[in-house]
C-alpha cells in the first residue's frame, strides 16, 4: 500500500546529525541550543529507524491510530482528574475543549447524558454578566470564554448553542476591548494577539462581530510581525507558531490580511517543519506536536490565500472591503485551494503518529515527554488539517494524502476557528436565524 | 495559548496545615464551596488543604473583603496555584485598598516566579506592579529577567517583561552587552537575536536602525562565517533591511556571504534562500553571481538548462530541502508576480 510508505526514512535524519557533528568538531564546542536538538534528533530517528526494520505489508499496522486508547484516555479526564490537575483549575473549560474536540475530531459521538453534563457545567462557568470563566466563582476571561464557545459548536444541538449568552458575551468583549484595539485577556488583564483571536474567534462563530469589536486589530497584529516574518505575542516579541496562528487567523477574520507582509509569514513557516518531520514553535527551538496544528493551519490559511499573497492589488482589497464580518468564515470553507500545500503533510502525519502518539492512549509533545490533553488535542487538529489538506471540495481526501490505514481519516476541522466543520455549519445556521 | 506544563508540585508549606475553620481570626467567615452541579465533567479531585482554601477564597471574595486576612489567604491560594487569574486580581485590589509594601510584594512574586515560569498571570502580575514602583525598579527587574534567562534562555515570557521593561523603565544601557554576552554563550538563541533586533532599532541611545545597520551587518555576517548552518544569524541579516529594499539590493555584502558560504557548503538553504530573496527583490546578477549560481546547480541532472537564475535555485531547493519541497515550487510558480 503505497500510502503506508513513511516519506522519509531514518537515514535521512542520520545523515544529518553525522554531518553536523562532523562540522563541530571544528569548534570550541556545541552549544544548549545544539545539545538539545541533537539529543531530540537521536530520539525521533531511532523511532524510525524501527520503522524501516518493518516490512512494508506490516508497516501501515504500525502507523495506525489507536482510537480506542484515545477514547479510553480522553474519558477518564472528562469523568475524574487527578489533584495534580489543581493547577488548571482556572483552564476547566480549556479542559472540556480539548477533550471533547478530540472526541469530536475522532468522530466519537457524544449521547444526550453527557451532552447535559457538558451543558450545565459550562453553564455554571458563565458569568451572569457575560463571558465564560475558568471555573464556577470566578471571572469571566477571554480564552476560556473562546474554550467554552468552541466546546458548545462542537456538540452542535440546540441546548448547547442557545444555552450562550450572546449579548452577554458581546457586551464582555466591548469591556475587554483596550485603547490601542487589542483586547484584554480579562478585567484589568494582559493584551497580545492570543487575547485578539480568543475574542475575534468568538465574535465571528456566534455572528455578533461589528466595527466596534474590529477597529484597531488589524493595526495591532501587523505591529506584532517581526522581521522574520512571524508573528509574536506584543510589537517587538519573538516570532512564535502559536501567536502567529492566532494573527493570522484573526486578520482572516476581520478581512485585513493585505496589512500583513504574506510572502515572509509564508516563508517562515514553512521554514519552521524540520527534519523530525514536525514543526517547531520558534527558530532553533524544538519540535513540538502542538505546532502541527498552530504553524500547519497558518499554512493550511494560507494556501486558500495565496491570490493575496502574491499580489496585494489596491482593487483586490477593496474588493474583500465590502464583505459582512459575520460571513467571513463560511465563505472562506466555500473558496477552494488556491495552490498546492506548503508543507509535508505525509512527513508531519508520520510525526505525530509515531512520535507524538501514545500505546496508552493520548498525545504528547515529543518522545520522552508525557501525554497530556492539551497536545491530545492539538495533534489530532494538526493530525484532520494535514489529511484534509488537499482535499477539494466536499470530496473524501484521496488515500494518498492519509499516511497509515484509511480507517486513520478524522474528521475535518475548521482551520480558522478548530471546532469540527459539520458542527460549523450546524452553529452558523443557527446563529443566523437567531439573532441576539 | 495555555502553557500546557504543570508546574512541578513544590513543597507549598513547610509548616503543619491548619484547617481554616480551626483558625481563630477566621471564626466569622461562613466557607463557599464551588458550585460543580451535580454531574460535573473534568471534575478535580482537590486535596483537602486545596478545598479549604478555596472555599474560603470563595468567601471573601464574594464579599470583597479588602484587608489584611484577605492578603494572607491569596498568599496561600495562589501558590497553591498560581494560574487562577481570579485572586491575582482580587489580590491587586487588596494591595491597593490597604497601601500594602510593595517591596515585599515584589519578593513574594519573584518567589513564585521561579518555580512557575511559564505562568502568564505571574508575569502580568509583574508588570503591574513594576509599574507602581517606577523608574527605580527597572534594575531589579532586569536583574530577575537575566537570572530567569540564565536558566531558560528563551523564556518568552521572560524577554517580553524585559522588552516591556526597557520601554517603561528604562535600563537601555547595557542592553546590547546583554545581548552579545547570549549570542556568545548560544549564537543559536533566536530569542537573543529577537531582542538585539529589538534594541538596535528601538533603543534610545543607538539612533535606530539607519545608523546600526552597517556595523550590524559585519556582527552578522561574523555571526553566519561561525556557523552557517544557523538559521538565526540568516534571517537578521535580511531583517536589518527591513522597508528598506533599495539598501537590500545595493549592499554588495549580501550576495558576496551567500557565494562564500555555498562555495564551501553547496547545500546551505539559509544561504540559498537569502540569494534568492535578493535576487527577487530586484538585484540584477552580476557576471560573478551568475556563473557561482550556474556552477554550483550544474551537477543537478534536471533544471540545468533553465537560464532563469531564480528558477533555477528553487529547482536546487526543491532537490536538497526535500521537506519543503512544496513551498519551493511555490516559490518557482511565483516567480514571474513576486517571488
Given at each position: 500500500?503505497?500510502?503506508?510508505?513513511?516519506p522519509?526514512?531514518?537515514?535521512?535524519?542520520?545523515s544529518?546529525?553525522?554531518t553536523?557533528?562532523?562540522?563541530?568538531?571544528?569548534g570550541?564546542r556545541?552549544?544548549?541550543t545544539?545539545?538539545?536538538q541533537?539529543k531530540v534528533?537521536?530520539?525521533?530517528?531511532?523511532?524510525?529507524?524501527?520503522?524501516?526494520g518493518?516490512?512494508l505489508?506490516?508497516?501501515?499496522?504500525?502507523?495506525e491510530?489507536?482510537?480506542d486508547?484515545?477514547?479510553?484516555?480522553?474519558?477518564?479526564?472528562?469523568n475524574?482528574?487527578?489533584?495534580t490537575?489543581?493547577?488548571?483549575?482556572?483552564?476547566r473549560?480549556?479542559?472540556?475543549?480539548?477533550i471533547?474536540?478530540?472526541f469530536?475530531?475522532l468522530?466519537?459521538?457524544?449521547?444526550?447524558?453527557l451532552?447535559?453534563?457538558?451543558?450545565?457545567f459550562l453553564?455554571?462557568?458563565q458569568?451572569?454578566?457575560?463571558?465564560?470563566?475558568g471555573?464556577?466563582g470566578?471571572m469571566p476571561h477571554?480564552a476560556t470564554?473562546?474554550?467554552a464557545?468552541?466546546?458548545?459548536?462542537?456538540l452542535?444541538?440546540q441546548?448547547?448553542l442557545?444555552?450562550?449568552?450572546r449579548e452577554?458575551i458581546?457586551?464582555?468583549?466591548?469591556?475587554?476591548?483596550?485603547?490601542s484595539?487589542a483586547?484584554?485577556?480579562?478585567h484589568?488583564?494582559?493584551?497580545?494577539?492570543?487575547?485578539?483571536?480568543?475574542?475575534?474567534?468568538?465574535?465571528?462563530?456566534l455572528?455578533i462581530?461589528d466595527?466596534?469589536?474590529v477597529?484597531?486589530?488589524?493595526?495591532y497584529?501587523?505591529s506584532?510581525?517581526?522581521?522574520?516574518?512571524g508573528?509574536?505575542?506584543?510589537?517587538?516579541?519573538?516570532?512564535?507558531?502559536?501567536y502567529?496562528?492566532?494573527?493570522?487567523?484573526?486578520?482572516?477574520?476581520?478581512?485585513e490580511?493585505?496589512k500583513?507582509?504574506?510572502a515572509?509569514?509564508?516563508?517562515?513557516?514553512a521554514?519552521r517543519?524540520?527534519?523530525e518531520l514536525?514543526?517547531?514553535?520558534?527558530?532553533n527551538?524544538?519540535?513540538?506536536g502542538c505546532?502541527?496544528?498552530?504553524?500547519?493551519?497558518?499554512?493550511v490559511?494560507?494556501?486558500?490565500?495565496?491570490?493575496?499573497?502574491?499580489?496585494?492589488?489596491e482593487e483586490q482589497?477593496?474588493?474583500?472591503?465590502?464583505?459582512?464580518y459575520?460571513?467571513?468564515?463560511?465563505?472562506f470553507m466555500r473558496?477552494?485551494?488556491?495552490?498546492?500545500l506548503?508543507?509535508?503533510?505525509?512527513?508531519?502525519?508520520?510525526?505525530?503518529?509515531?512520535?507524538s502518539?501514545?500505546?496508552?492512549?493520548?498525545?504528547?509533545?515529543k518522545?520522552g515527554k508525557?501525554?497530556?490533553?492539551?497536545?491530545t488535542?492539538?495533534?489530532?487538529?494538526?493530525?484532520?488539517?494535514?489529511?484534509?489538506?488537499m482535499?477539494?471540495g466536499?470530496?473524501?481526501p484521496?488515500p494518498s494524502?492519509?499516511?497509515g490505514?484509511?480507517s486513520n481519516?478524522?474528521?475535518?476541522?475548521?482551520?480558522?476557528?478548530?471546532?469540527?466543520?459539520?458542527?460549523?455549519?450546524?452553529?452558523n445556521?443557527f446563529f443566523?436565524?437567531?439573532s441576539? | 495559548?495555555?502553557?500546557?506544563?504543570?508546574?512541578s508540585?513544590?513543597?507549598?508549606?513547610?509548616?503543619?496545615?491548619?484547617p481554616?475553620?480551626?483558625?481563630?481570626?477566621?471564626?466569622?467567615?461562613r466557607?463557599?464551596?464551588?458550585?460543580?452541579?451535580?454531574?460535573?465533567?473534568?471534575?478535580?479531585?482537590?486535596?483537602?488543604?486545596?478545598r479549604?482554601v478555596m472555599?474560603?477564597?470563595r468567601?471573601?471574595y464574594?464579599?470583597?473583603?479588602?484587608?489584611?486576612?484577605a492578603?494572607c489567604?491569596?498568599?496561600?491560594?495562589?501558590?497553591?496555584?498560581?494560574g487562577?487569574?481570579?485572586i491575582?486580581?482580587?489580590r491587586?485590589?487588596?494591595?491597593e485598598?490597604?497601601n500594602s509594601d510593595?517591596?515585599?510584594e515584589?519578593?513574594?512574586v519573584?518567589k513564585?516566579?521561579?518555580?512557575?515560569?511559564k505562568?502568564?498571570?505571574?508575569?502580568?502580575?509583574?508588570?503591574?506592579?513594576?509599574?507602581?514602583?517606577?523608574?527605580e525598579?527597572?534594575?531589579?527587574?532586569h536583574?530577575?529577567?537575566?537570572?530567569?534567562?540564565?536558566?531558560d534562555?528563551?523564556?518568552?515570557?521572560?524577554?517580553?517583561?524585559?522588552q516591556?521593561?526597557?520601554?517603561k523603565?528604562?535600563?537601555?544601557e547595557k542592553?546590547?552587552d546583554?545581548?552579545n554576552?547570549?549570542?556568545?554563550?548560544?549564537i543559536?538563541?533566536n530569542?537573543?537575536?529577537?531582542?538585539?533586533y529589538?534594541?538596535?532599532?528601538?533603543s534610545?541611545?543607538?539612533?535606530g536602525?539607519s545608523?546600526?545597520?552597517?556595523?550590524?551587518?559585519?556582527?552578522t555576517?561574523?555571526?553566519?562565517?561561525q556557523?552557517?548552518?544557523?538559521e538565526?544569524?540568516?534571517?537578521?541579516?535580511q531583517?536589518l533591511?527591513?522597508?528598506?529594499p533599495?539598501?537590500?539590493?545595493?549592499?554588495?555584502?549580501?550576495?558576496r556571504i551567500?557565494?562564500q558560504?555555498?562555495k564551501?557548503?553547496?547545500?546551505?538553504?539559509?544561504?540559498w534562500?537569502?540569494l534568492?530573496d535578493?535576487?527577487?527583490?530586484g538585484?540584477k546578477?552580476?557576471k560573478?553571481?551568475?556563473?557561482?549560481?550556474?556552477?554550483?546547480?550544474?551537477?543537478?541532472?534536471s533544471?540545468s538548462?533553465?537560464h532563469?537564475?531564480v528558477?533555477?535555485?528553487?529547482?536546487?531547493?526543491?532537490?536538497m530541502?526535500?521537506?519543503?519541497v512544496?513551498?519551493?515550487?511555490w516559490?518557482?510558480?511565483?516567480?514571474s508576480?513576486n517571488?
Amino acid at each position: 500500500m503505497k500510502s503506508s510508505q513513511p516519506p522519509f526514512p531514518s537515514s535521512h535524519l542520520d545523515s544529518t546529525s553525522d554531518t553536523d557533528s562532523d562540522d563541530h568538531e571544528h569548534g570550541p564546542r556545541l552549544t544548549v541550543t545544539q545539545e538539545d536538538q541533537l539529543k531530540v534528533e537521536s530520539q525521533v530517528a531511532e523511532i524510525y529507524r524501527c520503522l524501516v526494520g518493518i516490512p512494508l505489508h506490516r508497516q501501515s499496522v504500525a502507523l495506525e491510530l489507536w482510537r480506542d486508547k484515545h477514547i479510553e484516555y480522553l474519558t477518564k479526564g472528562l469523568n475524574q482528574l487527578g489533584h495534580t490537575f489543581q493547577v488548571l483549575d482556572a483552564n476547566r473549560p480549556w479542559l472540556c475543549y480539548w477533550i471533547l474536540h478530540s472526541f469530536a475530531v475522532l468522530g466519537e459521538e457524544v449521547d444526550s447524558e453527557l451532552e447535559s453534563r457538558v451543558v450545565d457545567f459550562l453553564s455554571r462557568c458563565q458569568d451572569k454578566e457575560g463571558g465564560y470563566a475558568g471555573g464556577p466563582g470566578q471571572m469571566p476571561h477571554l480564552a476560556t470564554t473562546y474554550a467554552a464557545v468552541n466546546t458548545l459548536v462542537n456538540l452542535g444541538t440546540q441546548k448547547a448553542l442557545s444555552s450562550i449568552n450572546r449579548e452577554g458575551i458581546y457586551k464582555f468583549l466591548l469591556e475587554m476591548k483596550d485603547s490601542s484595539g487589542a483586547f484584554r485577556m480579562h478585567h484589568a488583564g494582559e493584551v497580545d494577539a492570543r487575547s485578539c483571536y480568543c475574542a475575534i474567534s468568538v465574535a465571528s462563530l456566534l455572528k455578533i462581530i461589528d466595527d466596534d469589536l474590529v477597529r484597531g486589530i488589524g493595526d495591532y497584529i501587523a505591529s506584532c510581525q517581526t522581521y522574520e516574518g512571524g508573528i509574536g505575542g506584543e510589537p517587538h516579541s519573538e516570532a512564535h507558531g502559536g501567536y502567529t496562528f492566532c494573527g493570522l487567523a484573526s486578520m482572516i477574520l476581520i478581512d485585513e490580511v493585505e496589512k500583513l507582509d504574506m510572502a515572509s509569514l509564508i516563508g517562515w513557516v514553512a521554514s519552521r517543519q524540520g527534519i523530525e518531520l514536525g514543526f517547531q514553535g520558534r527558530a532553533n527551538k524544538l519540535v513540538d506536536g502542538c505546532y502541527s496544528f498552530w504553524q500547519g493551519a497558518a499554512l493550511v490559511l494560507a494556501q486558500k490565500l495565496l491570490p493575496l499573497a502574491e499580489k496585494v492589488s489596491e482593487e483586490q482589497s477593496s474588493i474583500h472591503a465590502i464583505r459582512d464580518y459575520s460571513d467571513i468564515g463560511i465563505e472562506f470553507m466555500r473558496r477552494g485551494n488556491q495552490t498546492g500545500l506548503l508543507f509535508h503533510h505525509l512527513a508531519l502525519q508520520q510525526y505525530i503518529i509515531l512520535c507524538s502518539q501514545i500505546l496508552e492512549g493520548g498525545f504528547r509533545d515529543k518522545p520522552g515527554k508525557f501525554r497530556d490533553y492539551y497536545h491530545t488535542c492539538y495533534c489530532l487538529s494538526g493530525l484532520s488539517l494535514c489529511q484534509y489538506s488537499m482535499r477539494d471540495g466536499d470530496l473524501k481526501p484521496s488515500p494518498s494524502d492519509i499516511l497509515g490505514p484509511y480507517s486513520n481519516l478524522l474528521e475535518p476541522v475548521h482551520p480558522l476557528y478548530n471546532v469540527v466543520l459539520d458542527k460549523f455549519f450546524l452553529a452558523n445556521e443557527f446563529f443566523s436565524k437567531n439573532s441576539f | 495559548m495555555p502553557s500546557s506544563s504543570y508546574s512541578s508540585d513544590e513543597e507549598v508549606e513547610e509548616l503543619p496545615y491548619v484547617p481554616f475553620s480551626q483558625r481563630p481570626e477566621w471564626s466569622d467567615v461562613r466557607p463557599v464551596p464551588q458550585d460543580d452541579g451535580p454531574h460535573p465533567v473534568v471534575p478535580i479531585a482537590y486535596t483537602e488543604e486545596f478545598r479549604d482554601v478555596m472555599d474560603y477564597f470563595r468567601a471573601v471574595y464574594v464579599a470583597r473583603e479588602l484587608s489584611p486576612r484577605a492578603l494572607c489567604l491569596t498568599t496561600e491560594a495562589l501558590k497553591r496555584n498560581p494560574g487562577n487569574y481570579t485572586i491575582w486580581h482580587f489580590r491587586r485590589l487588596v494591595i491597593e485598598a490597604l497601601n500594602s509594601d510593595l517591596i515585599e510584594e515584589k519578593l513574594f512574586v519573584d518567589k513564585l516566579a521561579e518555580g512557575n515560569f511559564k505562568n502568564y498571570q505571574i508575569w502580568h502580575h509583574k508588570r503591574w506592579l513594576a509599574e507602581k514602583l517606577g523608574p527605580e525598579a527597572s534594575e531589579d527587574e532586569h536583574d530577575f529577567t537575566r537570572l530567569m534567562l540564565c536558566r531558560d534562555a528563551k523564556n518568552y515570557h521572560a524577554w517580553s517583561h524585559r522588552q516591556w521593561v526597557l520601554q517603561k523603565l528604562g535600563g537601555w544601557e547595557k542592553e546590547l552587552d546583554f545581548c552579545n554576552e547570549l549570542l556568545k554563550e548560544d549564537i543559536f538563541n533566536n530569542s537573543a537575536w529577537n531582542q538585539r533586533y529589538f534594541v538596535i532599532t528601538k533603543s534610545p541611545l543607538l539612533g535606530g536602525l539607519s545608523a546600526m545597520r552597517d556595523s550590524e551587518v559585519d556582527y552578522t555576517i561574523n555571526a553566519i562565517l561561525q556557523n552557517p548552518n544557523n538559521e538565526s544569524p540568516w534571517r537578521y541579516l535580511q531583517g536589518l533591511y527591513k522597508g528598506t529594499p533599495d539598501s537590500f539590493i545595493i549592499d554588495e555584502r549580501v550576495p558576496r556571504i551567500c557565494l562564500q558560504v555555498l562555495k564551501e557548503y553547496s547545500f546551505c538553504t539559509f544561504a540559498w534562500n537569502l540569494l534568492l530573496d535578493v535576487l527577487c527583490k530586484g538585484l540584477k546578477p552580476t557576471k560573478e553571481i551568475e556563473e557561482a549560481v550556474k556552477g554550483l546547480t550544474e551537477s543537478d541532472e534536471s533544471g540545468s538548462s533553465d537560464h532563469n537564475l531564480v528558477t533555477r535555485i528553487c529547482s536546487a531547493l526543491e532537490r536538497m530541502d526535500p521537506i519543503r519541497v512544496n513551498y519551493w515550487s511555490w516559490r518557482k510558480s511565483n516567480v514571474s508576480i513576486n517571488c
